[in-house]
């Protein structure tokens, strides 16, 4: 059986699941060869950056599991991005998203909860839920959302088990807007709540997030896919660029709302995965006594995620009573 538990996004993380694509042999009927090299670049490029993801947390100390590969649906997006589909609060895994390939998983998680269906399912996610302890920071997405049935009845529950659940009043994926690398810090952008009243006393790094419109390669292909997603190099590739908006739009995102600067994975509270280098952010960190990692994923920018997104933390040791 596989145990989870989870209380803090910085307690010592032992056991983490890392999202897996489809591979290229699934797209060898693809007749444009054009299209063909570079959704295969972009498909053996992401596998490595996953392997090598597993690496350094294996290096860590980190169990990490995958999911498994199953035909291509290119109506949904590939399970490479665990983070979106559930949630471990406590001793408990919630799946928004029951995936096929996560059976063989599932299989071995004896305290699981398969979340009904319904609109706002998606929310009961960690990229939604900031996990610090006794209380739970809980982001919503749209509208009208945050007063939804299941948000009642899932904050009610975790108060029951002696959470206190804040559910917020910012909208969208927390993880992508805001990250408490350890008790006493966070790095944020901006107006995203009052950091004050709800964490007094605390050291805040606030990252400029305005910096899409100073890449010109981006702002060429942000005039043909409205800033969905961007695959460095190839801006003039109109076919691939025509083969994803028909075929492949339901797995990309939008990524001119994303900030990597702010999307890390926590191993324990002095380290800290993230996806590139940003002095201001190194600075924060080091200043805060926690040694930054990097963990590059190349391609994050076509499938909209981070290395927070594209991991789901499923055993963190609990350091505190």
Same mark, same amino acid.
Not at 188 to 207: A, S
Not at 312 to 317: C, P, V
């Given at each position: 059986m596989i145990p989870v538990k989870g209380y803090a996004t910085y307690d010592k993380l032992k056991t983490c699941l890392v999202?897996? /694509?489809?591979?290229? !042999?699934?797209?060898?009927?693809?007749?444009? $060869?054009?299209v063909k090299d570079i959704l295969f670049r972009i498909l053996d490029e992401t596998e490595e950056d996953y392997q090598n993801l597993c690496k350094v947390l294996n290096i860590a100390g980190v169990e990490t599991l995958r999911p498994d590969v199953i035909e291509v649906?290119?109506?949904h997006r590939p399970a490479n991005q665990?983070?979106?589909?559930?949630?471990?609060?406590g001793e408990t895994l919630y799946v928004n998203n029951n995936r096929p390939e996560y059976k063989s998983i599932l299989d071995r998680v004896h305290n699981k909860v398969i979340?009904? @269906?319904?609109?706002? $399912?998606?929310?009961?996610?960690?990229?939604?839920?900031?996990?610090?302890?006794?209380?739970?920071?809980?982001?919503?997405?749209?509208?009208?959302?945050?007063?939804?049935?299941?948000?009642?009845?899932y904050s009610e529950q975790w108060h029951n088990e002696g959470f206190d659940v804040d559910v917020m009043e910012h909208e969208g994926h927390g993880d992508c807007t805001w990250c408490v690398p350890k008790?006493?810090?966070?790095?944020?952008?901006?107006?995203? $709540?009052?950091?004050?009243?709800?964490?007094?006393?605390?050291?805040?790094?606030?990252? !400029?997030?305005?910096y899409w419109d100073q890449m010109s390669p981006f702002r060429k292909v942000k005039q043909k896919n409205g800033g969905k997603w961007w695959?460095?190099?190839?801006?003039?590739? @109109?076919?691939?660029?025509?083969?994803?908006? /028909?075929?492949?739009?339901?797995?990309?995102?939008?990524?001119? !709302? /994303?900030?990597? !600067?702010?999307?890390?994975?926590?191993?324990?509270?002095?380290?800290?995965?993230?996806?590139?280098?940003?002095?201001?952010?190194?600075?924060?960190?080091?200043?805060?006594?926690?040694?930054p990692v990097i963990a590059p994923f190349r391609h994050r920018w076509f499938w909209d995620g981070g290395v927070h997104c594209v /991991? $789901?933390?499923?055993?963190?040791?609990r350091s505190y009573t």
């Open positions: 999202g897996r /694509t489809y591979s290229k !042999e699934q797209f060898q009927d693809i007749k444009n $060869q054009k649906d290119t109506k665990p983070r979106d589909d559930m949630a471990v609060i979340v009904e @269906d319904c609109e706002q $399912q998606k929310l009961v996610s960690s990229s939604f839920i900031h996990r610090l302890g006794s209380s739970l920071h809980w982001g919503t997405n749209k509208p009208g959302w945050r007063d939804s049935a299941l948000v009642k009845k008790d006493g810090c966070i790095v944020t952008l901006f107006e995203i $709540q009052n950091y004050k009243d709800k964490f007094p006393g605390w050291d805040i790094c606030y990252v !400029e997030d305005k695959v460095p190099g190839e801006e003039d590739s @109109d076919d691939f660029s025509n083969y994803v908006e /028909t075929y492949l739009k339901d797995w990309v995102g939008y990524v001119e !709302e /994303t900030v990597f !600067e702010v999307n890390m994975l926590s191993i324990d509270e002095n380290t800290i995965l993230v996806n590139n280098y940003n002095k201001q952010v190194f600075n924060f960190l080091e200043k805060n006594k926690v040694t /991991t $789901q933390d499923l055993y963190r040791e």
